[in-house]
């Protein structure tokens, strides 16, 4: 069961970064950030949550963010890579990465 979050929240983040431009939603400007931040958060305690230590759940997912910043440039499905998004990913793994952190250091504090 602890593969599940991922296993959904990996064909989500494919979908979300590689749907043609044309069918994605517009929102304020830079919403986007927040989604591509909230997106990598949810991956990076996902990932660690399957049994990734946090360095390999950070460097699998700069990876992955990188790699899809590259192919939305090269595929044909109107979409642009864009530095800022990479950089909104980036944070979005300490973010999530920091959370788990948290979490655990506050379940030890209350003995669990």
């Known amino acids: ?3 599940l979050p991922l296993a959904v ?3 989500v983040s494919l979908v979300m970064l590689f749907s043609p431009g044309s069918t ?7 919403s986007d950030k ?28 700069l990876a992955y963010a990188a790699v899809s910043e590259v192919l939305q ?3 044909p499905i109107h979409r642009n890579g864009d530095l800022r ?3 909104a990913d980036a ?3 300490a973010c999530g990465i920091a959370l ?4 655990r250091r506050f379940r030890t504090f209350l003995g669990k």
């Open 73 to 75: 440039n090269v595929l």
């Open 24 to 30: 994605v939603p517009s929102g304020p400007p830079n």
């Open 1 to 3: 069961m602890r593969f």
């Open 34 to 61: 927040v989604v591509h931040a909230g997106l990598f958060a949810a991956l990076a305690v996902a990932a660690i949550i399957a049994g990734a230590g946090w360095r390999t759940a950070a460097a699998s997912l």
């Open 85 to 87: 998004d990479l950089l």
């Open 91 to 93: 944070v979005g793994v």
């Open 100 to 103: 788990v952190f948290l979490v």
């Open 9 to 11: 929240l990996i064909p």
